[in-house]
């Protein structure tokens, strides 16, 4: 059974670095598209970066240039390199996997890992 659990939020300060991880339990197939989004409180979960499996990624115009996607399908692993954070990176960061066009399939959630930016 495909399950995703992040880890790696943390209270930082404006400026600093994280990475999040996203392991899954099951296969990563190369259909698969793996995302990052995140929600803030009182806000609407937004799409942040997403990387195919042939390593095309997309960022929302708020992250480029300071988050960096990657997946190690060997390790079964989606990561989120986060640099020079701003208080408005403040939210729990859900990891997400998705069939690639054209396949279709079941989407899979991970429950959150909360991402705190703060002096």
């Known amino acids: 059974q495909e399950q995703l659990v992040e880890s790696g939020g943390d209270l930082v300060q404006p400026g600093g670095s994280l990475r999040l991880s996203c392991a899954a339990s099951?296969?990563?197939?190369?259909?698969?598209?793996m995302a990052w989004y995140r929600e803030a409180p009182g806000d609407q979960r937004e799409l942040v970066a997403s990387?195919?499996?042939?390593?095309?990624?997309q960022y929302t115009d708020s992250v480029k240039g300071r988050f960096t996607i990657s997946r190690d399908n060997p390790k079964r692993t989606v990561y989120l390199q986060m640099d020079n954070l701003k208080p408005e990176d403040t939210a729990v960061y859900y990891c997400?996997?998705?069939?690639?066009?054209?396949?279709?399939?079941?989407?899979?959630w991970g429950k959150g890992t909360l991402v705190t930016v703060s002096s």
């Open positions: 997400n996997a998705a069939p690639t066009f054209p396949y279709s399939g079941v989407i899979y």
């Open positions: 099951g296969i990563i197939d190369r259909i698969y598209t």
């Open positions: 990387v195919t499996g042939d390593n095309t990624t």
